[in-house]
């Protein structure tokens, strides 16, 4: 997944994992395909309930992202459900003790810093928007997007060093990955 090897809309079987036969799998993905940012999902009401097999799963595809160089963040929801101050004004997400609490679980559980932590709360009930509810999303996606464009920066910056375009790279990634498949 992380190297771009399944292809846009691929419906996963957990009966049948996806292999290099399978009908969605991309052999020669291009950077543009490979993932540039994780982000794990997580309710701000049960992060210190998850069961450990789920916590380790999570450690190890983290493992690996962090082994590729690939950004890690949280996006923690349902922070009005943990939190009565924050379901009476979502503004009080900043102040609040247990949101707080919840960010330092996630950001233990997962090894990662405290920023890297973003609370939202779901649009559930709500038959309008709500612009503090909106602003807590649009601060979490414009972090991701920093996270991702970071990593592209390093990406680029790498490539610069090397004397390779983009575009020479996804050449030689598919000559490489072709030559790693004889």
Same mark, same amino acid.
């Given at each position: 997944?992380?190297?771009?090897n399944i292809?846009?809309?691929?419906?996963?079987?957990?009966?049948t994992p996806i292999?290099?036969?399978n009908?969605?799998?991309?052999?020669q993905p291009?950077?543009?395909d490979k993932?540039?940012?994780?982000?794990?999902?997580i309710?701000?009401?049960t992060?210190?309930d998850?069961?450990?097999?789920?916590?380790?799963?999570m450690?190890?595809f983290?493992?690996?992202a962090?082994?590729?160089?690939?950004?890690r963040?949280v @996006?923690?929801?349902k922070?009005?459900?943990?939190?009565?101050?924050? %379901?009476?004004?979502? *503004?009080? /997400?900043f102040?609040? +003790?247990?949101?707080?609490?919840?960010?330092?679980?996630a950001?233990?559980?997962?090894g990662?810093?405290?920023?890297?932590?973003?609370?939202?709360?779901?649009y559930?009930?709500e038959?309008?928007?709500?612009d503090?509810?909106?602003? @807590?999303?649009?601060?979490a996606?414009?972090?991701?997007?920093?996270? %991702?464009?970071?990593? *592209?920066? /390093?990406?680029?910056? +790498?490539?610069?060093a090397?004397?390779?375009?983009?575009?020479?790279?996804?050449q030689?990634?598919?000559?490489?990955k072709?030559?790693?498949q004889e």
């Open positions: 997944m992380l190297n771009g292809s846009d809309f691929y419906e996963f079987n957990p009966a292999c290099p036969e009908p969605g799998f991309v052999h291009k950077v543009k993932i540039h940012c994780v982000l794990f999902v309710d701000a009401g992060v210190g998850i069961p450990p097999k789920l916590v380790e799963k450690n190890s983290q493992r690996i962090n082994r590729k160089g690939i950004p963040a @996006l923690l929801t922070v009005d459900l943990a939190c009565k101050d924050v %379901a009476s004004n979502v *503004i009080n /997400v102040n609040s +003790k247990k949101i707080e609490d919840a960010v330092d679980k950001s233990n559980l997962l990662l810093p405290r920023n890297h932590v973003l609370p939202v709360k779901n559930e009930t038959i309008e928007l709500d503090n509810i909106s602003i @807590l999303a649009l601060m996606l414009r972090q991701v997007l920093h996270f %991702a464009e970071d990593y *592209i920066q /390093v990406l680029q910056n +790498k490539l610069k090397c004397g390779v375009s983009s575009e020479k790279l996804d030689r990634e598919s000559l490489e072709g030559s790693d």
